[in-house]
């Protein structure tokens, strides 16, 4: 079983920063591909971006490229999506997602464990 905890959300404006951090429970992180997620009010959840067990992949949808950056800590079981440029259409809840697997995939069916998931506005 793995725990996924995500902290780093809140209020900002548009054009303002966040990094987002999920702390992972589980002896073989590093096996686990990890993704994020959110899901904005009256809208389903969507893939936001993903990371590679070994951290060499990465993926983003396209919203998000150029202004979102996804890595990870392996040593400290640490997943991090940090978050710039924000636009008022990125206010949602975010979620992070753990695989079983090392490879990434954008489809939430494909991965295992949830985390509770952290709040982000961006104010206009």
């Known amino acids: 079983q793995v725990q996924l905890v995500e902290s780093g959300g809140g209020l900002v404006q548009v054009g303002d920063s966040l990094r987002l951090s999920c702390a992972a429970s589980g002896r073989t992180f590093s096996g686990n591909a990890m993704g994020w997620f959110r899901q904005a009010p009256g809208k389903e959840r969507e893939f936001v971006a993903a990371?590679?067990?070994?951290?060499?992949?990465?993926y983003y949808t396209d919203s998000v490229k150029g202004r979102f950056t996804i890595s990870r800590d392996n040593a400290q079981n640490m997943v991090y999506l940090q978050m710039n440029s924000l636009k008022p259409e990125d206010t949602a809840v975010y979620y992070c997602a753990s695989r079983k697997i090392p490879t990434i995939m954008r489809n939430e069916y494909g991965y295992n464990y949830w985390g509770q998931g952290t709040q982000v506005t961006v104010s206009a």
């Open positions: 990371i590679s067990g070994s951290g060499d992949n990465t």
